[in-house]
């Protein structure tokens, strides 16, 4: 089972301890900033370990944090504030944000030198033209991790289900010159009724499977090609257990490589924001 398993925890963590040496040799330290906005208990879980990562690296790290009194002005003063900060090279807005914040227009305010997450739409407007300057630790994230397969990616079918087509869009800049790659999104098959059958009979051909449709056990075995590279991406809470979108256990003895949750995608996010850090402090000397 272990040849099988892309252990997104063992990766990240040798990843970072090389983003630390680079850290420890730069004469200045790069800052990440951290805008956190509501009570969500995930989103303060996933503040606190980009916290914890960047005081492992020896990253400076700032969290500025506002509550449903606050407006959208009150967050963005504090970005415009921080975009001006020069040791502040990376602002991020952990997401999502309560539902009486407007998201887009929050998002806009961050320099887009300093856009660690790769969200802002100068940034999107890019990668349409795969300049990739920042691009999102998430498919950076997988990115690595199918690297880490050792497989070579060409002539293949990746199919990518997700719940925006925004999310599946970088990909053709890694893989789309020599592989097939489809995006199905419940827009994309409203006229047909519904996504269900769409995502599973997509999936079933897919030599390389992404699924973040946020649906825990959806992909069963039956949905996927033999010796398919699945990539997880979703993380549900089932009964005080965090499962994925595809059924782990189901779908193992099929595949040639699967990513678990957790340990998979997660902590994959986190090294790669520190590698865009990096990326972004040395861009701004």
């Keep these: 089972m272990q040849n099988k398993l892309l252990d997104g925890k063992s990766l990240s963590e040798k990843i970072i301890k090389e983003i630390r040496s680079t850290v420890l040799n730069m004469n200045e330290k790069p800052?990440?900033?951290a805008i956190l906005v509501g009570d969500d208990p995930s989103s303060h879980l996933y503040v606190r370990l980009k916290k914890k990562a960047c005081n492992f690296c020896d990253v400076l790290f700032s969290q500025y944090l506002f509550n449903n009194t606050h407006s959208d002005k009150d967050v963005i003063d504090a970005i415009e504030f921080l975009n001006k900060d020069p040791q502040v090279h990376g602002i991020l807005v952990q997401l999502p944000l309560p539902a009486k914040f407007n998201t887009d227009k929050i998002i806009a305010a961050?320099?887009?030198k300093?856009?660690?997450?790769g969200f802002h739409p100068a940034n999107l407007k890019r990668l349409e033209s795969c300049d990739l300057q920042v691009v999102s630790p998430l498919v950076l994230g997988?990115?690595?991790?199918?690297?880490?397969t050792k497989e070579t990616i060409e002539n293949k079918k990746i199919v990518i289900l997700c719940n925006h087509k925004i999310f599946g869009a970088p990909f053709h800049c890694f893989y789309g010159t020599n592989n097939n790659i489809t995006i199905i999104t419940p827009a994309s098959t409203a006229q047909a009724g519904g996504p269900d059958e769409d995502y599973k009979t997509a999936a079933a051909e897919a030599?390389?499977?992404i699924v973040s449709v946020g649906r825990p056990n959806f992909i069963k075995a039956r949905s996927i090609k033999q010796d398919a590279i699945v990539i997880d991406v979703g993380i549900n809470k089932v009964d005080d257990e965090l499962v994925g979108d595809v059924d782990f256990r189901d779908a193992l003895n099929k595949v040639k490589f699967i990513t678990p949750v957790p340990g998979g995608v997660g902590p994959m996010t986190i090294a790669m924001l520190l590698r865009n850090l990096l990326a972004l402090a040395k861009a701004q000397v």
């Design 31 to 33: 800052g990440l900033a």
């Design 110 to 112: 961050i320099d887009p």
């Design 114 to 117: 300093k856009d660690v997450d």
């Design 142 to 148: 997988i990115v690595e991790l199918i690297k880490e």
């Design 207 to 209: 030599d390389v499977l």
